[in-house]
T-cell receptor, first 111, second 116 residues
């Protein structure tokens, strides 16, 4: 069983489109996160949810909107995609603020 | 704010060589410290962790000691293998709640390549 899964694994789309990335965890954790990894491998947190409540909202354009329908899911919707949004997006989960478990990543390419 | 600085990479070693990847941090209080590893095409995996000063984290032959006096958490392995080739990230997490709840601050990552 995959602990933290993301779909899709690859996403290629054109500028201006709207897309969503889905994340699910089956670990029973109460906290989920989205991270962005740029082309130089640098990782930065974007959002976190604890028990479906938004806790961390870093300096991210408001074109990015996370949604947590329940504790096991955290989706990321991106409007009006730009070239600079091309990156690998990782979902992660943890129980409270303890160690985080990461998904396999979604490689987003905006053309 | 919090920050993590890793040694510049990439690092290239021969199999069975000794590995050190330096990591220093800036944070208030007593953060938890982590090393994550990212194998090609995969997500991050927790390699080891330490939650208080002088703790030593270890896993798969890798070790790191939480040194508060030097604000460091250097990663070491006595004899690397080709299968250790990956990107290694040092990270810290500040305890407590609020807007820092669970937030991991990462170093820039160090690419390790091990040749046979």
């Amino acid at each position: 069983d995959t602990a933290v899964s993301q779909t899709p694994k690859y996403l290629v789309t054109q500028m201006g489109n709207d897309k969503s990335i889905k994340c699910e965890q089956n670990l029973g954790h109460d906290t989920m996160y989205w991270y962005k990894q740029d082309s130089k491998k640098f990782l930065k947190i974007m959002f976190s949810y604890n028990n479906k409540e938004l806790i961390i909202n870093e300096t991210v354009p408001n074109r990015f909107s996370p949604k947590s329908p329940d504790k096991a899911h955290l989706n990321l919707h991106i409007n009006s995609l730009e070239l600079g949004d091309s990156a690998v997006y990782f979902c992660a989960s943890s129980q409270r603020s303890y160690e985080q478990y990461f998904g396999p990543g979604t490689r987003l390419t905006v053309t | 704010g919090n920050s993590v600085t890793q040694m510049e990479g990439p690092v290239t070693l021969s199999e069975e060589a000794f590995l050190t990847i330096n990591c220093t941090y800036t944070a208030t209080g007593y953060p938890s410290l982590f090393w994550y590893v990212q194998y090609p095409g995969e997500g991050l995996q927790l390699l080891l962790k330490a939650t208080k000063a002088d703790d030593k984290g270890s896993n798969k032959g890798f070790e790191a000691t939480y040194r508060k006096e030097t604000t460091s958490f250097h990663l070491e392995k006595g004899s690397v293998q080709v299968s250790d080739s990956a990107v290694y990230f040092c990270a810290l997490s500040q305890p407590g709640g609020g807007t820092s709840y669970g937030k991991l601050t990462f170093g820039q990552g160090t690419i390790l390549t091990v040749h046979p």
